[in-house]
């Protein structure tokens, strides 16, 4: 198993509010989030929608600090949530499958949700780096991603985001909208 894929659902959460909107405005939204993720089911209460709002806050700073160059605050932050969302490992077999890992087996969704994130960061920065961490530049997107990029020249969350102005580019009207090297930067 790899445990870097685990900071897939970090981004996936920070990602649920935007400018234009806040997926999480409702249980539904939540519901949308969690679907598809079987270690992470259950019922769900509002209380449940509240802590996970205040969890993406608080991986959204991680991604902001990080973004900034603060990488001291960002790893301050993300040890924090490791000890507030402790992992709890167990091996496991079953439908068939050998004897594997699994983690937070209890708990409400948001602490199971916050213990697999938390765990996904920190194997990612182990093992990429917490320089991969980012903040697309294109103006009126707040998305994060993690650059993959052999020469981590990614600026864009998206395709569709390396087409559109830059937050930088804004400030200067005159200057060309988009550049080759801007949009080859987004993967
Ligand atoms: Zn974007």
């Known amino acids: 198993m790899n445990l870097a894929s685990y ?11 935007r400018p234009q909107g806040d ?9 949308a989030l969690l679907a598809h993720r079987p270690h992470l089911g259950g019922r ?10 205040e969890l993406r806050a608080q991986l959204r700073a991680i991604f902001t600090s990080a973004a ?19 992992v ?3 091996i496991a077999r079953h439908d068939g499958h050998d004897w594997h890992l ?26 990429r780096g917490i320089g991969r961490f980012g903040l697309c530049k294109a103006e009126g997107c707040e998305r994060v991603y993690f650059d993959t990029t052999a020469n981590r020249s990614r600026r ?4 569709r985001c390396a087409g559109r102005p830059s937050v930088t580019a804004a400030c200067h009207p005159g200057e060309p909208r988009v550049t080759a090297t801007a949009r080859d930067g987004a993967q």
């Open 44 to 53: 769900i209460a509002h209380r449940d929608l509240y802590a996970m709002r």
């Open 7 to 17: 900071a897939d659902l970090a981004i996936d959460l920070v990602n649920t509010q």
């Open 88 to 90: 709890h490992p167990q």
């Open 156 to 159: 864009y969350c998206s395709d």
């Open 68 to 86: 900034r160059g603060d990488e001291d605050d960002a790893v301050e932050r993300l040890n924090t949530l490791l000890i507030h969302h402790p």
């Open 102 to 127: 699994h983690f937070n087996e209890s708990g409400s969704i948001p602490d199971r949700y916050a213990a697999r994130a938390a765990m996904g960061l920190a194997a990612k920065i182990a093992d």
């Open 23 to 31: 997926d999480l405005r409702d249980l539904d939204g939540l519901r």
